[in-house]
């Protein structure tokens, strides 16, 4: 459940790395074996290469665009408490029965939703570094104590690789900058105005 994998992020630039090699090898290559020329096999080859770094710079610039579509920048300036509301809002878009826990005396948990019979503990954490072990010891300890079915730990960052670890080996469920973008977009997109005006016309239909 809390499995860590390379984020999309490093696999796309190991994926172009590898791309760039093979259009400067195979564009070599190739063009050599036509015109018997290195010069031009070179320049082929280096055409490959220019051709690549552009398709990054061009995928580049639509993650940012994305990036900055979901709010998450406003989300990495936010207090802590902030944050916790501002989840609750997010799981209430999701369907979730959202309760924002007490600043003090939280038990380990910054929210407890439900949902279809499931009772749910959150973490939040809101940092500017990677999130450790403690987060997930707390939510731990914070299921047995509001008798919930599931452990999350949610963050704006990303997990240490011992929390990865503690989190498999107790079934918690991290959920890290990434997927929380991805949660993000998916809010603003059930909220657009547009979205809303496609819904309402199918209904009146």
């Not at 240490?160 to 991290?174: D, E, I, K, P, Y």
């Amino acid at each position: 459940m809390a499995r860590r994998r390379k984020s999309k992020a490093g696999q796309e630039e190991e994926f172009f790395k590898a791309l760039a090699a093979m259009a400067m090898l195979g564009g070599t290559v190739g063009a050599y074996s036509l015109t018997k020329s290195w010069q031009a096999s070179l320049v082929v080859g280096f055409l490959g290469v220019v051709g690549v770094i552009v398709l990054m710079i061009s995928i580049e610039r639509k993650r940012a665009e994305r990036l900055k579509r979901s709010g998450i920048g406003q989300i990495d300036k936010m207090e802590g408490v902030q944050f916790e509301q501002y989840l609750g809002h997010l799981f209430r878009s999701q369907g979730y029965k959202a309760e924002v826990t007490r600043a003090a005396g939280d038990f380990g948990a910054d929210l407890v939703l439900s949902k279809n019979g499931r009772r749910i503990v959150v973490q939040a954490k809101r940092y500017s570094k990677n999130v450790g072990l403690k987060a997930v010891q707390e939510v731990q300890g914070a299921r047995a104590h509001y008798k919930a079915s599931e452990a999350w730990v949610v963050t704006n960052s990303k997990f240490t690789q011992q929390a990865f670890q503690l989190a498999r080996s107790n079934g918690v469920r991290l959920i890290g900058r990434e997927e929380l973008v991805e949660m993000l977009l998916q809010m603003k997109e059930r909220m657009s105005p547009s979205k809303k005006v496609s819904t309402s016309t199918k209904t009146s239909a």
